[in-house]
Structures are given as C-alpha cells and as structure tokens.
C-alpha cells in the first residue's frame, strides 16, 4: 500500500514512512493511493471476530509492504489486552434502533486509547527497524494528549511534547497528561486555543530545518495510521447488527473530524453505511458546512464538551480530496485560501455530494446539559457531554428501519462538573485513577508563539538527550 499527499507535492511514501512523517512536507495529509475494497462474502468472514482478531484484518491491507500480518495481530492483541471492557468496545442499546458504542474502556477512558495504544507499538516496531529515534508532537481538546502520553511513555526511541490550550481541558482531562512521570514526556500549556496549537503543531512541521533536527512524527489525526487504526471499531459495531446484509448508520460527536472521517473509510471500504450524523456543540463549524456551505472560522469559546472546541477540523482535508475526485491541486487551493481567508470556498456540487451523507447537528451546553439528563432518566444511561451530543445528532438523524450507533467516546467520570449538574452527581474513576486529584502535576505554560513553543521542544529534547 502507497500513500499520496492530498496537496499532491510530497513524496508517496508506505505505511511505515506515513507513520513516522505524520504531516506531508506540502501541508497536506496522506491518504491510501487506492482502497482496500472488501466484498460481501469477505466481511461475513469477520464476523464475530474477537476485535483484536477483527483490527488486525480490517487494518492489514492498510500496513500492507510495510508490516507483516502476524507481527501485527501480535501488536493489535497486546494493544487492547489491558482494556476494562471483555468486549473492548461493547454495544448498548437505547431504544429500539438506537446503540451506543463504548470506545472509553481503555487506560485513559477516551477513544483516542484504540488508535494511540496500538500506535504506540507500530512506533516501536518501525523505529528499532530503522534504528531511528524522533519527537511526537501533538495538539489536544482533551483526551489525544493522555491517550499519546500513555501509549508512549517510557519508551526509549520516542519523546513526546503534547500541547493543551491552557485553562481549556476539563481537570481529569489535564491531569491525565500532566501528573505522567516519564522521561520521555513533557507538557506544553499554550496561551490560547485548540487550534492555536494545532497551528503551531503544523507551523512546527513547516520549518523544515526544525522538523529534520527535532527528526518530528505525529500523534494526532493527522497522521493516518490514527484513522486506519479507528476504523475496526465501526467495522465492529456493523457487523454485530447484520451488516453487510443490512444498512447501519452512525453518529459521532466530532471536532477534528478524523473519527467520523474513519466510519466512511469503513463505508469506503465497503460496509453499507448509509449516514453519517455529525454532533457539534456551539462550535459549530461542521453543522453549519453541513446545513448552508459555510465553513467559515469564528471565535472559539469553551463548552461542556471541550474536545469539540475547535473551529479548524484538519481531516476535513481528507474528505475533500476523496469529494474533488482527487484532485490535488484543487484541494491544495481551497485549504490555502481557507488558512488566508477565514473561510473554505467549497464548490456547490462538492457541498450537495457531502450532504447525501453527512448531516449535522448542534446542541448548545443547556441542550447538552438536558440531554445527559433524558438519556440517564429515560434509559438509566450516564453519558459525557461529547456523548449525548452525539446520541442526540442519532435521534435527529435518524433511518426508520435502520439501526443507528452512536459513538460513546468518552467515561462520564472525565466530566465531573457536568453529570453533577445534570443528573446531580459524578461517577467515581476507576481504581487505576482515583488518586488522580492528588498527584503533583508538571507542565510548562508557554506564549502562542512560535518560537517560544519550538524553543520549549528542543529543550525537552536535549534534557532527554542528558
């Protein structure tokens, strides 16, 4: 498998090289030169796969060249081993065509755990193969950052330096990176928002001289082993409700874009997905592309749901290379003039295709607040802000006849402030992180600059290095 730039100016490069690259030197992100398409008899074949089993052959075609199939179900089992969930990501069912999908039994309670702790091991394995060593930087809304720093922690060929908008994470969210005793580890705290760091992330792999020196990787859904290794997971969850033999739609809560992103590789790949519900809080860029083509950047304020405070979705590229029939050039276009301009210029027909599939939804922190408290009195269900704002885009998208998912991407417990509010009180953490309130934290609050931010990485670098 080969992977091309959406901006169509950097090298095509494999699995391994996508991995340890991250973002391409144009700017742009990878994606699979073609995809792997399976038929009907081929998805029977997974089904009721255990889903380390199910990952590894959904991820397979994606690693192919690049790592051998039983070197990577090795990594896929050790990866979801230590998961506190038997089923790894369970199905719930809330009414009669409506699930919720757990995705938040991993180490860290938040989805980003079955893409970061699998990716973990991919890093490890390329790097001892090439005898390489480089520096993960990553941006965070919230739970990438925990996610990367315990999947990378301690490990010899990787430093990591993980960026969070000061003062805009939940405290669970924060104290999950920031109380990590690692060597390998350090934290960024930026004076501004999630996609301020996001932007300093993508400015720091834009000064080529920087990126080369610091030898740079990524850990955030910009690079696509992030996506391919989301994808079993829908795979999962419609193939336990009759798919490939019945239609199946899903709702996700999204900010960035990339775990919607990997339920249509899903439907790229052949799972009959027949909508896609993206749920958005008053940061509504998405819902407001989806609902009138406009996919124009405004502030970014807080909200109950803080992994969705982002105005700039960085997998939307991705998408819009797949709707402009790949064409690089004018995806490259339309991506520069929205980091001039403010605002995506997206041609009508390009819009309608994305609207056959994908619809929106926002709820405001007041909807939201409402809504955790209906699904607990309703269905005795505890769901985090980004969940119900989630289940609530599946109830309003929903396909008389054809069963919904929606995705439950993070433990309540993260979000104590809002289950009190709404239900009046907060689930406990589990066992491995009760004294989580109690652990000193260590982290580094930087300007929104530049040079700051990169000075502040080099350093980490040569402590390390020490």
């Known amino acids: 498998m080969r992977y091309v730039s959406t901006r169509g100016q950097a090298p095509i490069r494999d699995f391994s090289g996508v991995l340890l690259a991250g973002l391409a030197e144009d700017g742009g992100l990878y994606m699979p030169e073609q995809w792997p398409e399976l038929s009907a008899a081929d998805w029977r074949t997974l089904r009721g796969l255990p889903y380390p089993e199910l990952a590894a052959r959904v ?14 179900r090795s990594m896929c089992h050790e990866a979801y ?6 089923a790894i990501v ?27 702790q699998l990716l973990g091991r991919l890093f490890d394995h390329v790097l001892r193969q090439q005898d390489r060593r480089v520096t993960i930087v990553g941006a965070t809304s919230g739970d990438t950052g925990s ?28 104290r999950q990176m920031t109380t990590v005793r690692a060597a390998n580890i350090s934290n960024l705290a930026v004076e501004g928002t999630f996609d301020d760091c996001q932007d300093l992330v993508k400015a720091m792999f834009a000064d080529a001289p920087f990126r080369e020196d610091m030898q740079l990787s990524a850990v955030n859904s910009i690079n696509w082993a992030r996506v391919a ?17 019945r239609e199946i739609a899903f709702a996700v809560p999204t900010g960035n874009f990339g775990n919607v992103l990997a339920a249509w590789g899903a439907r790229r790949m052949g799972l009959p997905i027949t909508r896609l519900n993206v749920g958005s809080n008053h940061n509504d860029i998405l819902a407001r592309f989806l609902g009138a083509n406009d996919m124009s950047v405004r502030g970014v304020t807080p909200s109950l749901s803080p992994s969705m405070d982002i105005q700039v979705s960085s997998n939307f590229e991705r998408l819009l290379f797949e709707l402009l029939g790949r064409d690089a050039n004018a995806c490259a276009a339309i991506m520069t003039g929205f980091r001039r301009e403010g605002r995506m210029a997206v041609p009508d027909a390009v819009w309608r295709d994305a609207t056959s599939l994908f619809h929106g939804l926002t709820l405001d922190d007041a909807h939201t607040t409402d809504e955790i408290r ?19 885009a599946a109830r309003a998208g929903r396909i008389p006849g054809t069963p919904t998912v929606a995705m439950a991407t993070a433990h309540p417990a993260k979000f104590p402030d809002a289950m009190r509010t709404a239900v009046g009180f907060a689930p406990d953490l589990p066992k491995h992180l009760a004294d989580l309130y109690q652990r000193d934290e260590r982290f580094r609050v930087v300007p929104n600059r530049l040079d700051a931010v990169e000075d502040a990485v080099r350093a980490a670098v040569l402590k390390n290095a020490a």
């Open 229 to 245: 290794a989301q994808i079993p997971y829908y795979v999962a969850a419609a193939l336990a409700l009759g798919a490939p033999d």
């Open 59 to 72: 991820i397979a075609p994606f690693a192919e060249g690049a790592i051998d199939f039983e070197t990577l």
């Open 374 to 392: 209906r699904l607990y009195g309703e269905a005795g269900y505890l769901a985090d802000p980004h969940t119900a704002i989630g289940i609530a």
């Open 90 to 116: 369970p199905l719930v069912q809330l009414d009669h065509e409506l699930f919720a999908q757990e995705l938040f039994h991993g180490p860290t309670l938040a989805f980003k755990d079955l893409a970061m």
């Open 147 to 174: 996610a990367a720093i315990e999947a990378c922690r301690d490990r010899e060929r990787l430093d990591v330096v993980i960026l969070h908008p000061l003062g805009r994470t939940s405290e669970v969210q924060r």
């Open 81 to 86: 081993a230590g998961f506190g969930h038997p």
